[in-house]
């Protein structure tokens, strides 16, 4: 045999392992399931797989169907095997709508997230993070129309630095502590607390804000934004992080010291970092640094290593954090977690 037919048999075989090694179908796994409302592509894949997250590794896409990667309540999927190995197909249910002849539309809002909307709804359309510029420059709240000493939906407000131009909707947001790196010193961007939204009545200066809906009292100094108009999705394709990518956990939104399952945090890697919407990090807790009880020499510390303790995927990126929905906890988390490729 030759040593390029050798070198192509290793490869072969080494990739089978890896391949194997990575998607592992769990033990008394069904056969078929049928797609019920409420589900979600990453609860589906836990009912095949150890690994949810690597459904992608195994998914067929049947060209027959239209966009094979949304999936609906009534949808089945089946488990096959081709060739020896495992196999996602997709029996399309009532999920796509005969309207007239070669014309089909699929609801889009019908489709199965790709993990649980409620618990990152909010976090889809709200500014969350600004750098130090955009705070500085954001327009504020000057005083409340009536004179209101507590200012919530369905009040005014005067504002300061907002023109036609820039539309007529807007978020109201409270400047919040600065996400620093842990290990750089770095001021990666400054928290926006979402207070509301509301829309223009008067442009001038001030202008008059009506304000539409409110999570808690607005006050003098509030900053306010034009509404953002970027994509932000809940149907997305799991995937490991970049190979060598390892980060932090430096924050969690709603200001708990541990952290559990379906949580929102903040990591310190972004689009900077190549990171985008889908991407999966094991979470290990760091080991702690103690003193060897042995030895006589008491200055004698030892580092014990890092600890899986779960799994975490980005749904929201920008420059310099983004924003992850913790997807498993085997151990209480917390903020200062090391995150690494799976």
């Known amino acids: 045999m030759s040593i390029l037919k050798s070198l192509a048999l290793a490869l072969a075989l080494v990739a089978t392992a890896v391949f194997a090694d990575q998607v592992t179908l769990k033990e008394g796994h069904p056969d078929r399931y049928v797609v019920v409302k409420g589900d979600t592509l990453w609860d589906i894949s836990a009912k095949f797989l ?64 790709t993990i649980p909307i409620d618990a990152i709804q909010q976090f889809l359309t709200q500014p969350l993070v600004v750098d130090e510029t955009t705070m500085e ?16 939906a369905g009040d005014r407000v005067y504002v300061r630095g907002i023109s036609a131009d820039q539309g007529n909707r807007y978020n109201v947001f409270r400047p919040g502590d600065a996400y620093i790196d842990p290990d750089t010193g770095e001021i990666l961007g400054y928290e926006a607390m979402y207070l509301g939204d509301g829309r223009s009545e008067r442009f001038g200066d001030p202008a008059t804000l ?21 994509d932000v999705y809940a149907y997305f394709t799991p995937h490991a992080s970049p190979a060598g990518v390892e980060g932090t956990i430096i924050a969690v939104v709603d ?25 999966v990090f094991a979470i290990e807790q760091r080991g702690a ?38 997807m498993k906890a085997t151990s209480p988390l917390h903020v200062g977690d090391v995150i690494r490729t799976p």
């Open 255 to 279: 200001g708990v010291t541990q952290i559990g399952q379906y949580q929102v945090v903040v990591i310190n890697r972004g689009e900077r970092e190549n990171i985008d919407v889908g991407t």
């Open 210 to 230: 009506k304000l539409d809906r409110t999570t808690r009292e607005i006050n003098i100094g509030d900053r306010v934004m034009p509404m953002s108009h970027e």
């Open 137 to 152: 420059n954001a327009a504020y709240v000057v005083s409340s129309a009536g004179e209101h000493l507590i200012v919530g």
């Open 50 to 113: 150890d690994s949810p997250w690597l459904w992608p590794e195994i998914w067929y896409v049947n060209p027959q169907i239209e966009n094979p990667h949304l999936i609906y309540p009534g949808d089945v999927i089946n488990l096959v095997y081709v060739d020896g190995k495992p196999q996602l197909r997709l029996q399309r249910g009532k999920g796509t709508f005969k309207l007239k002849p070669k014309a089909r539309v699929e609801r889009l809002d019908k489709a199965i997230p």
């Open 289 to 326: 640094r103690i003193p060897d009880q042995v030895t006589e020499d008491t200055r004698d510390l030892v580092q014990l290593p890092d600890e899986r303790a779960g799994l975490l995927m980005v749904f929201r990126t920008f420059d310099k954090v983004s924003f992850a929905l913790i």
